[in-house]
């Protein structure tokens, strides 16, 4: 074990990192959004996934208006440590449409097929 | 259905979108890497995964000299257009740390945690 610095993981140029929400119970991946050093601290210390909205350009307490909280469950970075994989318990839907997760268009023989409807 | 034009997803300023890899089977994150367009179309049309190496700035076809090829199962991108998430059958180790998947750094009360070893 060694101490965890996250002055260590490579950050973009912008100060980011890609963070990964997977359903800890079902395993599926919910959303992929981006973190910067205040919002890996928060959800590290909070265990209220917060991401770096750089649409605003504002922390992002995911599911602070809308109430679809990711409580972090368990948090993982990756061998070159540019991308973090959080397990989370993600209360009704990760995504903005209202469906449960953001991933639901497939690319089928050169097709976009909707695999999912809202909650 | 609407015909997949790969011009509509969101772009980096480098022409590149986050692919994801997930485990078919057992629903495990093996690893996050980059696509630009031309690795998007030979993994559409070859049905093996094929990265663009952002070190090497080459097209990099996964397993092409190591032999842990990944076969795509199936390909989504998000609701916004900006993440891949690709369900795919591993062949051997996803990390080239010879780990089955490259998030195996857990962070746990502020120290790093190696989780699993090579296979």
Redesign the interface.
């Known amino acids: ?4 610095d996250p002055e260590t993981l490579r950050w973009t140029q912008d100060g980011l990192v ?1 963070a ?1 929400a ?1 359903d800890a119970e ?4 919910l ?2 959004a981006w973190m910067n050093r205040e919002s890996l601290d928060a959800t ?1 210390a909070t265990g209220n996934v917060t991401y770096w909205s750089r649409s605003r350009q504002e922390l992002w307490r995911k599911g602070a208006t809308s109430g679809h909280v990711q409580k972090l469950v ?7 440590r540019d ?1 973090i ?1 959080m397990q989370v318990t993600q209360v009704g839907a990760a ?3 209202g ?1 449960r997760h ?7 023989d ?4 909707v ?1 999912e409807d809202p909650l």
């Open positions: 074990m060694a101490k965890f890609p990964i997977q079902g395993g599926q991946v959303m992929m590290l368990s948090l993982a970075i990756d061998c070159d991308c994989l995504c903005h449409t469906r953001c991933f639901y268009t497939e690319i089928r050169g097709q976009e097929v695999t």
